[in-house]
């Protein structure tokens, strides 16, 4: 949830342990880690804990973890997807004749 947030009503519906972390209004019961530090929704960027300027390769991991699974990249999306096509064109690109082996 420090990244992603809170999930949608409709995931935390289908949640048997949605009690043990979510008030009746779908909102979490924030309590301490063993550190005694408090985890807050929407408190960290994906972007800064990848330590990463690939702004694609975000995107791509972001839409990886949906919590929705309804809106999880399917396989072909997930190949199709702009950072996969630029590491293929890379990858092409430093290995020419690579693709015709077979």
């Known amino acids: 949830m420090e990244v ?3 999930p949608p009503d409709k995931v935390l519906e289908k949640s ?5 972390y979510f008030n ?8 301490p880690n063993s550190s005694g530090v408090f ?8 972007k ?3 330590d990463t300027e690939d702004d ?3 995107d791509f991991i ?4 949906e919590w929705d699974r309804d809106e999880w990249l399917d396989p072909e999306s997930a190949l199709n997807h702009e950072w996969i ?16 082996r077979t």
Not at 16 to 20: D, G, M, S
Request: hydrophobic share 30%.
């Open 48 to 50: 800064d804990l990848m």
């Open 85 to 100: 096509i630029e590491g293929l064109k890379e990858f092409v690109s430093l290995n020419p004749g690579q693709s015709d």
């Open 56 to 58: 694609l390769f975000v």
């Open 24 to 31: 009746d209004k779908n909102e979490p019961t924030l309590k």
């Open 16 to 20: 048997w342990r949605k009690k043990l």
């Open 39 to 46: 985890r807050r929704p929407n408190s960290k960027s994906l």
């Open 4 to 6: 992603k947030g809170v």
């Open 62 to 65: 972001n839409k990886c973890i």
